[in-house]
C-alpha cells in the first residue's frame, strides 16, 4: 500500500475525535466538527496541518485547550510527521500510534526542557544585569554621598580657640632670628592690578622671580590675593601658583599705599624650597610698587 507522511498533531486529533468521553458527543466526530470549534475552515485546518508554519499562536493555544494538552507540546506534534497507510483502519493508526507515543513524549520532553533551559538562561542573564545594574546604582549612590559629605565638610565653619604672647621685633636682632631664609630670590611684580570696594581690597597680576645665584633661570607665577584696605594701609593675604613647577605657596603682605604715588610693604611667607644656610622655614621681604606713567587709575 502507499504511504504518506502524516502529522502527528492530525493524529491526536484523529485520536481525541474518535473518543466520545473526551468530545462529551454520544458519536464520533469528523474535522469538519473539529474546525467550527476552532473558528477555522476544514479546508484551512487540514491546510495547516500539512504545513504547520502557516498556524498562528493563538490557534495551536485552542487546539492546546481542547486536548487538553500543553501548548508547547502541541507546537512540537504540529512539526513532526510520521508515515501511514491511507486505507489503514483507525485500530491500525491505534496501534502504531501507540507504539511510538511514549517515544514522542520523551522527544518533546526533551524539546521542552531545551526550550524551559533557554528560558532560565534567559531569566539569568537578565537577572544577572539587574543585579549588576543595581550594584553600580549602589556605587554611585555611596559616591555620591561621600561627595556630598567632602562638600559639607569643606563649606561647615571649624574653629579652634588658642593662647599665646607675642612682641615687636628690634631690627637690631633680626640676624639672629634662625627661623628665617636667607636671600634666595630676586622679584619683580608684573602689572599687578588692585580693585577697591569699599574696605575690601583684591589683587592679580604675575610675579616674575629667579634664584640670585642663577639670575638666568626665571620662573612666572600668578599671584591671587584678598584683603583689607583702611586708610592707605592695606593688608593682603595671597597665593602664588606656578604651573610650570607644579609649585605653590601662600604668603601675607602689608602695605603703605596712598591715593596717589608709589606703594611700599613687605611681605612674609613659607619657602618651599630649603635654605642652603640651614635657616627658615620663614622668608620675609620687601615689595615697591609703582604705577605706570599717564595710567590715568588710582585706588
Keep these: 500500500m502507499r504511504q504518506r507522511k502524516v502529522s502527528k498533531l492530525r493524529t491526536e486529533i484523529r485520536m481525541y475525535l474518535r473518543d466520545k468521553s473526551r468530545t462529551g458527543k454520544n ?9 467550527d470549534k476552532l473558528g477555522l475552515g476544514e479546508s484551512t485546518l487540514h491546510d495547516r496541518l500539512n504545513n ?14 481542547f486536548l487538553c494538552l500543553e501548548f508547547e507540546y502541541v507546537k512540537c506534534l504540529s512539526y513532526e510527521f510520521m508515515y501511514s497507510c491511507a486505507s489503514e483502519e483507525i485500530k491500525d493508526v491505534k496501534r502504531e500510534y501507540s507504539e511510538t507515543r511514549v517515544e514522542e513524549l520523551k522527544n518533546c520532553e526533551v ?20 543585579l549588576i545594574t543595581t550594584f553600580f546604582g549602589i556605587a554611585l549612590v555611596i559616591s555620591a ?5 567632602k562638600q559639607i565638610s569643606e563649606s561647615v565653619p571649624m574653629s579652634a580657640l588658642y593662647n599665646g604672647t607675642g612682641i615687636d621685633i628690634n631690627r637690631d636682632v633680626f640676624s639672629e632670628l634662625k627661623s628665617f631664609h636667607s636671600k634666595l630670590y630676586t622679584y619683580e ?6 580693585t577697591r570696594v ?24 600668578e599671584l591671587v590675593g584678598t584683603g583689607q584696605y583702611i586708610g592707605d594701609k592695606v593688608a593682603l593675604v595671597y597665593k602664588i601658583k606656578d604651573d610650570v613647577d607644579n609649585d605653590i605657596w601662600l604668603g601675607t603682605v602689608m602695605l603703605h599705599m596712598p591715593f596717589a604715588g608709589p606703594a611700599n610693604g613687605y611681605w612674609m611667607t613659607i619657602h618651599n624650597d630649603e635654605d642652603p644656610a640651614g635657616t627658615g622655614p620663614f622668608a620675609i621681604g620687601s615689595i615697591n610698587l609703582k604705577k605706570p606713567i599717564l595710567s590715568g587709575q588710582s585706588i
Design 27 to 35: 458519536q464520533k466526530m469528523n474535522f469538519n466538527w473539529f474546525s
Design 52 to 65: 504547520p508554519v502557516k498556524f498562528q499562536e493563538s490557534e495551536l493555544i485552542k487546539i492546546a485547550e
Design 111 to 130: 524539546k521542552l526542557e531545551s526550550v524551559s533551559h533557554l528560558k532560565f538562561k534567559k531569566v539569568g542573564f537578565i537577572l544577572l544585569i539587574a
Design 145 to 149: 554621598i561621600k561627595v556630598e559629605k
Design 189 to 194: 611684580f608684573k602689572d599687578l592690578k588692585f
Design 198 to 221: 569699599g574696605e575690601n581690597i583684591t589683587v592679580k597680576g604675575l610675579v616674575i622671580y629667579a634664584y640670585i645665584n642663577e639670575p638666568a633661570y626665571i620662573q612666572i607665577g
